[in-house]
């Protein structure tokens, strides 16, 4: 049987990737391309979509030239991207009308104050399952309607189309103003605050609330299935697969049965559960959200606990306070100590997300004495990270009720021994890291390939997973931490009480 | 292949015995850790001295790597680097070979694993991160000898410990054998270390040029040293170590 290949595009926070996967799920080629990001302001984070639409042609064609894959081989494409990423575009021009307004964006802090405000506001978690905050896409939408002048009636002509990234690259990639289909994936759609998570539609009340035209919305689609063919490609392949950045790392590590879970750790961590085609509406400061839907299925759904700041804490550690020349050398520092020193850092650089989601807290470095050394620091930064996980695992265990038998682990951080055993311990479960660490595109090739009949279903793709590395947990330090886990809470509320106005 | 010349041999393994050391030596230390005469190793230093290699503090008189290796970009490689930028190269390996992977630095006779990944059969495998292996007796192990053949030469001031029956404790042999590790770019070990486990592995280069580690698979004897496999394996194991080189040096 001659091979097949699938092309994934993963559009990330800073770069834009390229990977081609062959059937056993192995990684044949790698193009990436980094693109700017524009700092115009304090808390403001943009990214230009023109060049990000050039670097995904860019990668793509690479990759593809890579494999000197015979005409035919390469059978789909699938997308996976970075989430609440927001754009707007002109539909005659294919311009965009400002640059997209990045998920790290704070911009529309005030803003959602204000609809926080309004009596209806409780409207909003009842039908997204999500919280109202700035994190999300459908804020973002709204601030440009209000910022650029005429934007909301060209949007209700139907003149200007909203998508995320994913939208934006399909709408391209399938003609521009020749014909691109404007569409999204439901994963995506239930990041907006605009969509009805339970009937997976845009949900009028919620476009009213919002202030956004109802015109200028993609269609939503499953995450699983041919949305249009990519034409601007050297080779037409059929667009079949479409996640958020997170999701497409669920369905990459195939937690395709309620309770499986998986926390990628970059940047940010992001840790979501599958929770079957049932949505767990969460008590405890997590997100109800789409985890996958194949077409022709009963959506999927996930509970997510998204922490913004860990792997930014090492980087704060290089960078800001240059105690170590690269992010790996954090673990070397952590070694000339035994335990923390009695330290806790709280890394609230732009408030807390999951569990607590206060946007006002700030960091703090706790517990300091003169016997606290940079090794002990580097030891409290690991941890703040397997602490936070615990907060999450947590509220998610009282959620959800789907027992966690282990975490599948991914992402950068995954490299860092100390830093995944401490998580062992801090979880009292194992802690797996599979084969494949680029789950976020194989995700979305999965997807793809899935949908287009290089994999059988779902039962085939667990057949490529396979663990590189497990931690399991120690009960003696499982122990020494469940009795240091009150000094890790007190310093989150520390850290939320200096927020607070004074 | 023409013969070394001695003195760069000698000086390289000085430089080795700083770093290994954690980066501070004396003179008495050194020449013990090198095996030379005290005047010897001090002609050495003071030439590595002018040339700026190393460096000697003016109270303790001990020496440290100097600016001038800082300059031709071979520095300290820290291992959790290392591995960091292993990794995706690391389950490559693993992924297509089918078999363990390990990345091991030297610690004088004997090999740290800085990296493992699990054979992917999700059978029950221990994490063996920090663990120490005998350098003579396995494929890692043998590629970082090669590379410091003053360290090397060292084997023969003791018996060579036997771990199994297969392994290798004549000194000749194995000094051979290194020489043909070093010419070749790759080692082998077939049931040396433990009876009935192999390994292949090939060396790690850092930016400036120094062996820095080694990569390689281990699995039974008799599945890696068909000859296809053998084959096979080693063009992996090379081609995933040349890849980590490659990597270091971006």
Not at chain 1, 337 to 344: E, L, M, Q, R
Not at chain 2, 63 to 87: F, I, K, P, Q
Not at chain 2, 129 to 152: F, I
Request: hydrophobic share 45%; glycine share 10%; charged share 20%.
């Amino acid at each position: 049987m001659t091979e097949r290949y699938v092309l994934a595009v993963d559009q990330g926070t800073t770069s834009t990737r390229s990977i081609v996967f062959d059937r056993a799920g192995r990684l044949v080629a790698v193009r990436q391309r980094e693109h700017r990001q524009h700092f115009p302001r304090p808390g403001w984070v943009e990214h230009d979509p023109e060049e990000i639409w050039a670097n995904t042609q860019l990668t793509a064609a690479q990759a593809l030239r890579d494999v000197a894959a015979a005409p035919g081989q390469v059978v789909a494409l699938g997308i996976a991207n970075q989430r609440e990423t927001t754009v707007v575009w002109d539909r005659a021009t294919g311009r965009p009308l400002v640059n997209a307004l990045v998920w790290q964006d704070t911009r529309t802090g005030p803003l959602v104050e204000q609809l926080a405000a309004r009596p209806d506001a409780v409207l909003v978690r009842e039908r997204t399952g999500l919280e109202l905050a700035g994190y999300f896409a459908g804020p973002r939408l709204r601030w440009v309607l209000d910022a650029v002048p005429g934007a909301r009636a060209r949007a209700e002509r139907g003149e200007l189309l909203f998508g995320t990234m994913e939208s934006w690259l399909v709408w391209n990639l399938t003609g521009g103003t020749d014909g691109g289909v404007h569409v999204t994936d439901v994963t995506n759609a239930s990041r907006t605050l605009l969509m009805d998570v339970r009937t997976c539609r845009w949900d009028p009340d919620l476009l009213d609330f919002f202030g956004v035209p109802a015109a200028m919305l993609p269609e939503i689609r499953p995450s699983v299935g041919v949305l249009g063919t990519a034409r601007a490609l050297p080779v037409p392949l059929p667009i079949a697969g479409a996640l958020g950045d997170q999701q497409a790392a669920l369905f990459g590590q195939t937690c395709f049965a309620p309770g499986e879970a998986k926390c990628t750790y970059g940047t940010g961590s992001f840790l979501l559960q599958n929770t079957g085609t049932d949505l767990v509406p969460s008590a405890h400061g997590l997100i109800s959200t789409v985890a996958y839907q194949l077409a022709g299925e009963p959506v999927h759904y996930a509970l997510e606990g998204s922490i913004a700041v860990t792997g930014a804490l090492v980087q704060w550690l290089r960078d800001s306070l240059g105690l170590i020349g690269s992010a790996a050398e954090v673990e070397t520092l952590a070694r000339t100590v035994s335990d923390n020193g009695g330290c806790y850092i709280v890394p609230a650089f732009s408030g807390l997300l999951a569990p607590h989601w206060e946007g006002r807290a700030r960091g703090l470095v706790a517990g300091l004495t003169s016997y606290v050394t940079k090794g002990h620091l580097a030891r409290a930064v690991l941890e703040a990270t397997g602490w936070q996980t615990r907060d999450v695992v947590r509220a998610m265990d009282a959620d959800s009720g789907l027992p966690m038998e282990a975490l599948r682990v991914d992402g950068g951080m995954t490299t860092n021994n100390l830093l995944m055993q401490f998580l062992a311990d801090v979880l009292g479960s194992p802690v797996v890291r599979p084969m494949v660490g680029e789950t976020v595109s194989l995700g979305a090739a999965y997807a793809a390939g899935l949908a287009v009949g290089v994999w059988s279903d779902t039962e085939a793709l667990r057949r490529n997973w396979h663990r590189s590395a497990q931690w399991s947990p120690d009960a003696g330090r499982v122990a020494a931490l469940d009795a240091a886990y009150p000094h890790w809470e007190r310093a989150v509320q520390l850290s939320i009480a200096w927020g607070e106005r004074p | 292949m023409p013969g070394t010349v001695q003195s760069i041999e000698r000086a390289a393994t000085l430089l080795h015995a700083i770093v290994e050391s954690g980066g501070q030596m004396g003179v008495t230390e050194l020449a013990a850790a090198v095996g030379l005469p005290k005047t010897t190793t001090h002609g050495l230093l003071r030439t590595l001295l002018s040339v700026g290699f190393v460096e000697q503090d003016p109270r303790t008189g001990r020496y440290t790597l100097g600016a001038g290796l800082l300059g031709l970009g071979s520095h300290y490689l820290d291992a959790n680097e290392l591995r960091s930028r292993a990794s995706n190269w690391a389950d490559s390996l693993a992924g297509r070979s089918g078999c363990a992977v390990r990345l091991g630095t030297p610690a004088g006779l004997q090999v740290v694993v800085v990296h493992h990944v699990f054979r992917p059969d999700d059978s029950p495998q221990e994490l063996e991160v920090g663990s120490l292996l005998p350098a003579h007796a396995t494929a890692v192990g043998k590629v970082l000898l090669a590379a410091r053949p003053a360290m090397a030469r060292s084997l023969t001031d003791a018996p060579i410990e036997a771990l199994t029956p297969r392994t290798v404790v004549d000194p000749a042999a194995l000094l051979a054998e290194l020489q043909t590790v070093r010419t070749r770019g790759w080692a082998e070990q077939r049931g040396e270390y433990r009876l009935g486990t192999g390994g292949i592995a090939a060396p790690v280069h850092g930016p400036g040029g120094l062996v820095v580690g080694a990569l390689g698979v281990s699995g039974p004897v008799d599945q890696l040293f068909t000859d296809t496999a053998r084959r096979a394996l080693q063009a992996m194991v090379v081609e995933a170590a040349a890849a980590v080189s490659r990597e270091l040096a971006s």
